[in-house]
Structures are given as structure tokens and as C-alpha cells.
């Protein structure tokens, strides 16, 4: 988990994009992006495509 929060963080600057952003194209609250980012909580992993999409990165990104 503790790399997981370290890249979603990585990916989302790299694409420019702020917290509040990627929760808007995820439907989630900007404090649930926070909280992955952080290690306060992981993002389920059915949802790991998803985020990818949206940081314009694929999922081997996100866990490498």
C-alpha cells in the first residue's frame, strides 16, 4: 500500500491535475483522494483501472 499512495500522488502531478480534480473524474470525494494518498485508506482494487484512466497512466504505473 505504501508505494500504491506514493504513485496515484506521482501519476496526479505528473498529469497536472489536482487532488480535487481526479475526485471529480472518479465521483469521489477530494478527502478520499487524500486519504489514498496518505495511506489512510487504499482504493479498492477493482477501481485501480479506473484511476489509471483518469491519470492518463496504466495500472503498472500505479503498483510499479
Do not use: Y
Not at 506521482?10 to 491535475?17: L, T
Request: hydrophobic share 40%; aromatic share 2%.
Amino acid at each position: 500500500m505504501e508505494q500504491l499512495k506514493i504513485k496515484i500522488k506521482e501519476q496526479r502531478i505528473k498529469a497536472g491535475i489536482t487532488q480535487k480534480n481526479l475526485a471529480e473524474r472518479l465521483n469521489v470525494q477530494q478527502s478520499t483522494v487524500s486519504m489514498w494518498e496518505t495511506g489512510q485508506a487504499a482504493p479498492a482494487t477493482k477501481r485501480l483501472g479506473e484511476i489509471a484512466s483518469a491519470l492518463g497512466c496504466g495500472i503498472v504505473d500505479l503498483l510499479a
